[in-house]
């Protein structure tokens, strides 16, 4: 069984920084791509940002675009967000996942608050 484990979520003020760590457990696996999720409350979950292991690109959800960066560990299936310039609007559930290929997300983490504070 392969479990994701977030850490590093928190209270912080409009204009600081966070970052989240999200490390597999379990069952050796190997993934195409590992990224992260968020859901605030009364909306839904948005991709935010996603790490392919063949060449290590990146994509971004518009809004976290030049503030937000992704990186990890492929062979040790670890990803990071470094979320900087955190705004009122970045407050949400953040979610770690692992995709199997270009669409199937296998297996996801269980969240981490991240609450941003004027």
């Known amino acids: 069984q392969v479990q994701l484990v977030e850490s590093g979520g928190g209270l912080v003020q409009a204009g600081g920084s966070l970052r989240l760590s999200c490390a597999a457990s379990?069952?050796?696996?190997?993934?195409?791509?590992m990224g992260w999720f968020r859901q605030a409350p009364g909306k839904e979950r948005e991709l935010v940002a996603r790490?392919?292991?063949?060449?290590?690109?990146?994509l971004y959800t518009d809004p976290v675009k030049g503030r937000f960066t992704i990186s990890g560990d492929n062979p040790k299936n670890t990803v990071y967000l470094q979320m900087n310039s955190l705004k009122l609007e970045d407050t949400a559930v953040y979610y770690c996942?692992?995709?199997?290929?270009?669409?199937?997300?296998?297996?996801w983490g269980q969240g981490t608050q991240v609450t941003v504070s004027s």
């Open positions: 996942a692992a995709w199997s290929n270009l669409i199937r997300i296998d297996y």
């Open positions: 379990g069952r050796t696996f190997s993934s195409y791509a």
């Open positions: 790490i392919k292991w063949s060449d290590y690109t990146t």
